[in-house]
């Protein structure tokens, strides 16, 4: 698999960053990217939340497993949606959940982030779900936390949002079935998108049959090629004779200058409307890691349409967070 | 019941908006207004309260009626005091709750309120506890949340605030007994009033032998008396043989310039202190939704003293919010 | 044990105030202060967190002793990682935990201090940690709540910090055993410092064989001798034949002008480096309550050298906490 995509983003990591995902018997210990973890620990993952899937639906939704077990969601960039996924998970887990948001607290007494790291491990915390503006910083926390605890990354700047990725891969399995015959494209701003970054990880990893990037070539990276993916810009040849299709969300907080003409010229051309989608399979379902920009990325009537998964995405993300966590802590179900 | 007072506020709902309170077996589905809930309901909530208030008062309050079940405290306009009661509430019942505040969060992002439910609610979220600053914000989301879960309204605008006045109901029948005798008197701006609307229904649903309101013309809606009330601008009138005085607090920040005309004006005709206490029966108890304003609606010595009951008010709160979350999720006690 | 110290700091406090912490029966209802425990009270605290230590050892960190019992941390000043402490002392103990932040709430809505208070109470809630900028708001709190209600100083002002004092000497005690034949030096700044001063209360009542603290004159309080206290201003005098140094965070925040003249002469002077630790036992610990100023108070090396049990007291802080959680609500281990 060619890393030249990620490695340049990752400050200063050994040979294999991923290795240091698993412990010294080869069991999953963190979850920081992608990369590494192979179709059979992807596969372990998505068999696990499927598992799991069954607490959310019946009427006592909580397991045991995590019982007494301490995780402590580490948000340095706020993110509502992101954090109550997790804490809905490890509560389901039966797990005690901290919540630390750490731009407007022991930061501002100066405290350096390895004093803070150090300081919550010193409480016994067990797991460390870290969200981060900068690319490679829950790798930075994997690699000083005492042995004893987890690091999950949430999104760490450019970089992977891992368990975004593995949500996209459990739906699409759930609904479709096997991943060899699939044609998946995923649209928009590729560029600065970490959960694009770990997708491609994901699906090539599950040996989908076709993996396509559509977008201007100002948000689609240069050196995408080599990671066995299609580059397109034109929205009707890319999207032909496809069976998913996953909209990212423009990142303009992320953007320099001048990348984007206008947003209306954008959705003209990538906006995923009700015609645009009949170019793919009649069967074709649409996906957003959310949240969607109307009238931008895609048109109301798709988001809301009977190809849309968008919100069975999310009702998945907490089944695979509950299995990750499981599985790094060493409790599988 | 009349209804030409609080129908104007409720934007574009179908002929009978209460309707949409009851499943189609009848069962309380979502708390969102008095109105509708009829003698029979109301007397089911304040009863399963009562037996819940003994949970309070036990070593170990906690009963295992919602264990599993998620609890998630919306809330558009923040109060601690309002959402601490539903927090403990459910935390009671064994609820897992999440609170969300909107303000600061997702809504950034420019999400829409509903694509904020529609993904909070796939996270299978079962009740969300609704606080907003616009009149049947609590309304909208009910109508548009998936059927399994349950909406409670928090207060919405001046438009209604329920578990207000049944734990007002509740305190009033615990300690005078039967509705029927008894002669209340609500106090203030009625005007700007959630509270107040929601009383005015709850004590006359309960038959409530007469129901006054006294404030100045300023404060006192127009259409209020075919609601069965009497009017009175004259404070000592108005308390003459008054059993129940409820205090109601000044909404500053609803009104429009000139209203009022100052707060001390105000405490001189309309704060509560202990001479004009004097001109009600002598066991007439003191009630307000809290918190009070010392020395605009009411005197310390009455707030404090023995005719007060306002901190049973807020003990009651949690009984009261346990019954119904208890009862909206068909887990009666 | 001599008190004029401390006295002053306190408004208006009876006789002795710290005879409000027992109950009739003699038995710790409140920790306000260390001053009236007495080496058996500390002694059993001690003794009853050792218990605890092993709860956070083993894999479920969970004890049923508080299960239905109401927490509510009441933070007037914000500290994450004291706030922190306290909420997974109080989960581990099965306890609900309500998190308070007041500067930000009720406050702004105007209602008083004793209102807020007489509010949550009537919640229900059992205990009350208070953190809060002014001395003796604690004391202030414990003699206006409820009879079932305990209060937990988390930190007041000048005054004092309770919990902090012992776990620095429960940390103590697990590495150098008996308290009669140490000598510990307290550097810095003593005279803004909550900590140093129920530190100086905790090891009199112990018995520890010397204590020194070590500081500029600007920073030493004048009437501390009277405590049983030598002062140095000389760190190499001061530090001679050392077994513990607690280094003190420099509080700027509480300085007026003038007091320190700069941040590189402090630390030349009395800034803890490798260097200066050599004047000390070879065998001495190096403390600090945190958050530690790196470069100021401390060396890094220092900090993270084999000497410091820096992180130890953070570990030792949570079961030190549901110590006195557990025997201010007549639960012993």
């Known amino acids: 698999m060619a890393v030249n995509f990620v490695r340049p983003m990752i ?53 045991p497993l995590l019982r007494g077990r301490t995780v402590v969601n580490l948000f340095f960039e706020s993110s509502t949606r992101t954090r109550t996924t997790f804490e809905l998970a490890a509560k389901r887990l039966s797990a005690d959940v901290l919540n630390i948001n750490l731009s407007t607290s022991a930061t501002t007494k100066g405290e350096s982030l390895l004093d803070t790291l150090r300081n919550i491990e010193a409480m016994q915390a067990d797991m460390f779900v870290v969200r981060h503006e900068q690319s490679g910083a829950a790798h930075f926390i994997a690699r000083h936390v005492a042995p004893h605890v987890s690091v999950l990354n949430a999104g760490d700047g450019w ?11 459990f739906t699409i399995r759930r609904i479709k079935g096997d991943f060899a015959p699939l044609r998946i494209a995923i649209v928009g701003d590729v560029k600065h998108s970490r959960v694009a ?26 050196d995408i090629e080599p ?19 996953i909209m990212l969300r423009l990142q303009r907080e992320r953007m320099e200058g001048g990348l984007l003409p206008t947003e209306q010229e954008f959705y003209r051309l990538y ?8 170019w793919a399979k009649p069967d074709a379902i649409v ?10 990325e895609i048109e109301s009537r798709v988001a809301d349409g009977p190809q849309s998964v968008i919100l069975e995405q999310v009702s998945n993300g907490i089944g695979v967070r509950m299995a990750v966590m499981a599985l790094c802590m060493s409790a599988e179900s």
């Open 197 to 222: 970054r770990s997708q491609i990880h994901a699906f090539n990893s599950l040996n989908v049959g076709e993996l396509r990037v559509i977008g201007p070539r100002t948000l689609i990276p240069n």
């Open 227 to 245: 990671l066995g993916v299609r580059v397109f810009h034109d929205m009707r040849q890319g999207l032909k004779d496809v069976d998913v299709i």
């Open 287 to 296: 996906m957003h890691p959310g949240p969607a920009n109307r009238g931008v």
């Open 11 to 63: 400050p200063k990591l050994a040979t294999d960053p991923w290795a240091i995902q698993f412990d010294a018997q080869g069991h999953l210990k963190h979850l920081l990217t992608i990369e590494g973890l192979g179709p059979t620990w992807i596969t372990r993952i998505l068999d696990t939340a499927e598992n799991f899937m069954s607490v959310s639906d019946r009427e006592i939704k909580k397991v």
């Open 271 to 278: 906006g995923l409307t009700e015609e645009k989608l009949g």
């Open 159 to 169: 970089h992977a949002h891992p368990t975004q990725a593995l949500l996209d891969a």
